[in-house]
T-cell receptor, first 111, second 114 residues
Framework: DAKTTQPPSMDCAEGRAANLPCNHS???????VYWYRQIHSQGPQYIIH???NNETNEMASLIITEDRKSSTLILPHATLRDTAVYYC????????????FGPGTRLSVLP | DAGVIQSPRHEVTEMGQEVTLRCKPI?????LFWYRQTMMRGLELLIY????????DSGMPEDRFSAKMPNASFSTLKIQPSEPRDSAVYFC????????????FGPGTRLTVL
């Protein structure tokens, strides 16, 4: 799997948008970008994924640059419950393939 | 759906004892993954199964670790004998191939080996 680079930590004010960047400059054409998060003491939770088009669901939006070398996860109105470690992962969407988790970004949402 | 179920949630044992961790995947899912998480090494994949068959066990640290999946609704991860360095949170996850590869994680088992 291609390697990703994320800032180790970020702060965001409650109610504001949280924009979490991820660099994946060696991504292959058939690799998807996945985002997971892990709230303290819980198992990782799927957020969103995409190939090249921007994606949006009830949790977040994913913006992928045209060259696919980077992406941004957007939490439109961050709450205190969004404080977590956010993982950006790239991988082929193949049968039963595993995820390789890096250190992620620790997002702290501040009141 | 109850989600991925793991038991026990906490386990404290003494060095040398056998430890068995259990996982019930989400009904209908055909892939199951065991991960270990520590402060030093982060989240690591130990082994994963597709349709109850082990596919990749290259992450299993050594022969003291073994995993089985006797049927589609149950898996175990066994450590025998356990050592203090095995202390970690062990997560089980399951997925349905063809659904974008999204994995659903259980709450984890916190293992402490004294």
């Amino acid at each position: 799997d291609a390697k990703t680079t994320q800032p180790p930590s970020m702060d965001c004010a409650e109610g504001r948008a949280a924009n979490l960047p991820c660099n994946h400059s060696t991504i292959s054409g058939n690799e998807y970008v996945y985002w997971y998060r892990q709230i303290h003491s819980q198992g990782p939770q799927y957020i969103i994924h995409g190939l090249k088009n921007n994606e949006t669901n009830e949790m977040a939006s994913l913006i992928i640059t045209e060259d696919r070398k980077s992406s941004t996860l957007i939490l439109p109105h961050a709450t205190l419950r969004d404080t977590a470690v956010y993982y950006c992962i790239v991988r082929v969407e193949a049968y039963g393939q595993n995820f390789v988790f890096g250190p992620g970004t620790r997002l702290s949402v501040l009141p | 759906d109850a989600g991925v179920i793991q038991s026990p949630r906490h386990e404290v044992t003494e060095m040398g004892q056998e430890v068995t961790l259990r996982c019930k995947p989400i009904s209908g899912h055909n892939s199951l993954f065991w991960y270990r998480q520590t402060m030093m090494r982060g989240l690591e994949l130990l082994i994963y199964f597709n349709n109850n068959v082990p596919i990749d066990d290259s992450g299993m640290p050594e022969d003291r670790f073994s995993a089985k999946m006797p049927n589609a609704s149950f898996s175990t991860l066994k450590i025998q004998p356990s050592e203090p360095r095995d202390s970690a949170v062990y997560f089980c996850a399951s997925s349905l191939s063809g659904r974008g590869g999204e994995q659903f994680f259980g709450p984890g088992t916190r293992l402490t080996v004294l």
